[in-house]
């Protein structure tokens, strides 16, 4: 007598849609549309210059200030794109993938330099010598602090101060200073409050359509080397973020049919 029990079990199973699976099936003819289109030696240029001037660019901005059907579906997707990532915190090469605490472009601040209380307070990215260097100099001129590292890393650098012999004003301040010259400075994208805002879903994003873009396309690009590199594990939150991902991808594919 068969086990209907396990056939509906196995046909239940079946009738999920896997789509990490769909995904990839959309970013295929997404790459070679970019291998087409731009004579560039990396995807990361790629992918900068999309972010940059494109007929992607276009399109999703006329989805994100207009309010048409086909506009509000798109939207709705991005919202649960926004509110996934935020419960998933994952992070690609050290970014955070999401809106509220993304990397869409490097910082093109390399220098921080301010007087406060007599004291002087420098954050430098040195790019000849390829060091992040963080001074301070007493009023006298003394330098009183004069450390150098070949990475820039925030947090680290916040330890280090920490247990230095300063006042906590003057560590505030030089931590303030060296946040600034983060290369990859991130920003949030979101709103709590205020009335110039998109609304996306149920959410508040900033009224920069250039800065949502540029999340947009760095956050689906995170995804897809997360994906490519093993680093996802496939679960049920995991593949309804890959839904969502995979619907707004769909969205950057009609702009280039």
């Not at 992918?47 to 207009?66: Q, R, V």
């Not at 086909?70 to 709705?76: A, L, P, T």
């Not at 690009?221 to 707004?248: K, Q």
Request: glycine letters at 2%.
């Amino acid at each position: 007598m068969p086990n209907y029990t396990g056939h509906l079990n196995k046909w239940k199973e079946r009738a999920n849609i896997d789509f990490f699976t769909e995904f990839v099936k959309a970013w295929i003819p997404f790459n070679a549309w970019m291998s087409k289109n731009y004579d560039l030696d990396t995807e990361r240029k790629i992918i900068n210059e999309i972010k940059d001037n494109s007929s992607i660019k276009t399109k999703i901005k006329h989805f994100l200030e207009d309010t048409d059907e086909e506009s509000n579906n798109f939207k709705n997707h991005l919202a649960m794109f926004h509110n996934i990532l935020v419960e998933l915190e994952l992070k690609n090469n050290g970014n955070s993938v999401n809106f509220t605490n993304v990397v869409i472009e490097q910082n093109k601040k390399t220098v921080e330099e301010f007087k406060k209380y007599g004291f002087n307070y420098k954050a430098l990215h040195d790019i000849n010598i390829k060091k992040f260097i963080a001074i301070i100099e007493d009023p006298k001129g003394n330098v009183i602090l004069n450390e150098a590292k070949d990475k820039y890393n925030y947090e680290e650098f916040c330890s280090n101060i920490s247990i230095k012999n300063f006042s906590n004003t003057q560590k505030n301040f030089i931590k303030s200073a060296y946040k600034n010259i983060n290369p990859s400075l991130p920003e949030d994208l979101t709103l709590t409050n205020g009335n110039d805002c998109i609304k996306i879903g149920s959410y508040k994003f900033c009224s920069d359509k250039d800065k949502i873009f540029k999340a947009i396309i760095e956050n689906i690009y995170a995804l897809r080397c997360l994906l490519f590199h093993g680093d996802i594990e496939p679960t049920d939150e995991t593949n309804t973020l890959f839904e969502s991902a995979y619907f707004v991808l769909k969205y950057m594919l009609k702009a280039i049919s």
